[in-house]
């Protein structure tokens, strides 16, 4: 590895010949494919639009998808153990509507926010047992989990319910300057969540084992791996975030909507996989998740800059793209294997 | 007497059909006129009838879902190549000068169903030749397919005036709505092709073990791409009756979560995720039971909405009657008191 990497005096002396003989290592591969993307789409953009190059394009998309970003570092986890969770954007729409109608009765804020994320991690939770335990296959389980969290809320009410609760509009319209731009403070929850994911996933024997699990259950079960409280633990977390994403959606929206964040989850997975996070499991970075968010974003930024493209060329374009990252990894698999 | 009784409580429609008598019945309780069907202008009408009719599409599709699954595979761009489906045949009536001409709602529905065929190729391409994922290789469509379907409509709702194309889901012949009939013979016909010939079976082999079954000889990925190709035809005819249903393409509302509904039938028909053994009598249960469901619960004075909490319950049971695992946690000591009666009678 030391031989590959370049030293600075390489750097220094022959910069083309170093870029050239450096190589990163093969897990970072899929990520630089994105981030590569994400820069050509940036750069793209910027040649063709007055304004689209200044460095407040990309905080707005940030902005304007801080939950994503927390539904797809949540999604991460499950698709990294090889499973996929269809629930989460329902489970956003009942986090937007609890959180509503329990600030409209009056709860505290602080209180509301551990309901909801509370209620998120249990559903969660639930979903983790009745799949590692009974054996039923995450797609139908999380699908039945949609639409219960869908079905919920309309139990809670049948219409959309603003909401007005102090802490929640100020954070709303709290703004951060950074020189002359600025970001809010979901953006801030957002990479915390995002940071925090990365360490858990890189640096703790439970991120490992997701890995590994991911990798080949069997095998991580006969290692002597903690594959139950793994598989079960990643839904959990997948609940919270979805929860969490929820919190971020009310305020970024200050409301509570039964039909919101209807197809959410297609679009948390799409960053996923544009992400570089292989959908059997077992490779992926969260990091490349949050820059799928940004690409998902950065679609939408053309279209809003350029005027004349109607909205459904996002969609398209998603699947487009979807479409090229799995052929990618369909190659990059047949290889190794 | 005994024996056929346990017989009849181990097949495996059990269950569904008793679900769905039961909430037939139920429905009787507030309605009791619920059964009844009359004759107006040789049209038969009544609660079962708008029943049948209003499952058409989702039946259509969850014939096609049930040999997709059966091969171990899934098809979620079902509901956007209904949506693009039914987006062809009206833009194309729209934009000819006779619009309300038979030959051209003949045309439009060609294409439309043509173009679904095509849609399934793809699909199929995708799983069987690239070796795909099903389920991320129908997530292509299922996100590319709504923006499709909104560039043929120009994003608008177009609305077409054709009374031949309005009788795909309005019409009757011979007194029952066409849209059952439709419905019905595909099921026959599917029904035939897999029961009456190997292909059935060779569809099972292929879900239980593609790669043994490849090696004894069947031509799996002929198979697999086959299925791809049926469920896509079925979700086209099913897109022309929604969009004839109102005589409008709605590119973003037509078919709606219909492929979450056509995989609950499936499902509650008794057909596994797993792959391998499929029932098409258990997925026309599947899908009237659905149906019925959506109309009990307004019935009973529920909002409508609440709907999906009722599905997610279904979902649980049904999935859980059909794990292994939970069956054995459950019925530790039923099955087997059962079938110690049964031994001794």
């Not at chain 1, 679009?267 to 969260?286: F, P």
Request: charged share 10%.
């Amino acid at each position: 590895m030391s031989a590959q990497a370049p030293t600075i005096k390489d750097l220094g002396s022959s910069l083309p010949d170093a870029i050239r003989r450096f190589t990163p290592p093969p897990r970072f591969y899929p990520v630089l494919a994105t981030i590569a993307l994400f820069i050509g789409m940036f750069g793209a953009g910027s040649i063709r639009y007055e304004g689209f190059s200044s460095p407040q394009t990309i905080l707005s998309v940030l902005v304007d998808n801080s939950f994503l970003i927390v539904l797809a570092v949540g999604m991460t986890f499950v698709i990294l153990t090889g499973g996929i969770d269809l629930s989460v954007g329902s489970v956003v729409a009942l986090s937007t509507m609890i959180a509503a109608s329990t600030l409209r009765s009056g709860w505290s804020a602080p209180l509301v926010i551990v309901t909801v994320l509370l209620t998120g991690s249990v559903l969660g939770l639930l979903m983790g047992l009745v799949i590692h335990y009974f054996e039923i296959q995450p797609f139908i389980v999380t699908l039945a989990g949609m639409f219960l969290a869908r079905g919920l809320c309309y139990v809670i009410s049948l219409e959309s319910i603003p909401i007005k609760n102090g802490t929640f509009t100020s954070f709303a319209s709290g703004t951060i300057e950074i020189g002359d731009y600025f970001i809010t403070p979901s953006v801030v929850v957002a990479l915390v969540v995002l940071v925090i994911a990365a360490v858990v996933l890189h640096m703790t024997r439970f991120g490992r084992t997701v890995y590994a699990v991911g990798g080949s259950e069997q095998s991580a079960l006969l290692m002597g791996l903690a594959v139950a409280g793994t598989k079960v633990g990643v839904y959990v977390i997948s609940g919270f975030c979805s929860a969490l994403a929820g919190l971020l959606f009310s305020i970024y929206t200050l409301s509570g909507y039964n039909l919101g964040a209807v197809g959410m989850e297609l679009d948390a997975i799409a960053a996923v996989v544009i992400g570089g996070t292989l959908l059997t499991g077992g490779s992926g970075l969260v990091l490349g998740s949050a820059v799928g968010v940004l690409v998902l974003g950065l679609i939408q930024s053309f279209i809003s800059f350029d005027g004349t493209l109607s909205s459904w060329w996002t969609k398209i374009t998603i699947g487009v793209l979807l479409l090229a990252f799995v052929l990618i990894q369909r190659l990059f698999t047949r290889r190794t294997t | 007497m005994r024996d056929l009784g346990l017989r009849f409580v181990r097949h495996n429609l059990f269950w569904p059909t008793l679900a769905l008598v039961l909430l037939l019945l139920l429905n009787l309780t507030k309605t009791p006129d619920f059964f009844s069907l009359r004759v107006q202008d040789g049209h038969l009408y009544g609660s079962l009838i708008d029943i049948l009719r209003n499952s058409a599409p989702t039946l259509l599709i969850a014939l096609g879902m049930t040999l997709v699954i059966a091969t171990r595979g899934i098809d979620l761009s079902v509901g956007a190549v209904a949506a693009i489906s039914g987006a062809v045949a009206c833009t194309y009536m729209a934009g000819s000068p006779d619009e309300s001409t038979a030959g051209r709602a003949i045309i439009a529905m060609t294409m439309a169903v043509g173009v679904a065929v095509l849609l399934g190729v793809w699909n199929g391409f995708l799983v069987s030749v690239l070796g795909i994922q099903p389920i991320i290789a129908t997530l292509v469509l299922m996100t590319a397919g709504r923006g499709l379907a909104m560039l043929i409509t120009d994003g608008q709702i177009t609305t077409v005036n054709n009374s031949l194309f309005g009788k795909v889901s309005t019409g009757f012949v011979v007194g029952l709505p066409i849209a059952i009939l439709i419905a019905l013979a595909v099921f026959a016909i599917t029904a035939v092709l897999t029961r009456r010939t190997a292909l059935g079976m060779l569809i099972e082999a292929v879900g239980i073990n593609p790669e043994a079954s490849r090696l004894a000889g069947v031509r799996a990925r002929t198979i697999t791409w086959t299925v791809y190709v049926f469920v896509a035809f079925c979700s086209g005819i099913a897109g022309l009756m929604i969009a004839s249903n109102t005589s409008a393409a709605d590119a973003n509302a037509a078919g709606l979560f219909i492929e979450l509904d056509a995989i609950l039938a499936v499902v509650i028909g008794g057909t596994s995720l797993a792959g391998g053994r499929f029932s098409l009598t258990g997925t026309l249960i599947g899908a009237m039971f659905i149906q019925t469901l959506a109309t009990t619960i307004p019935t009973m004075g529920i909002p409508a909405e609440t709907n999906y909490l009722f599905k997610a319950v279904v979902v649980i049971v049904v999935c859980l009657l059909q794990s292994p695992k939970a069956r054995a946690a459950l019925s530790v000591r039923r099955p087997s008191s059962l079938l110690a009666k049964g031994a001794t009678s």
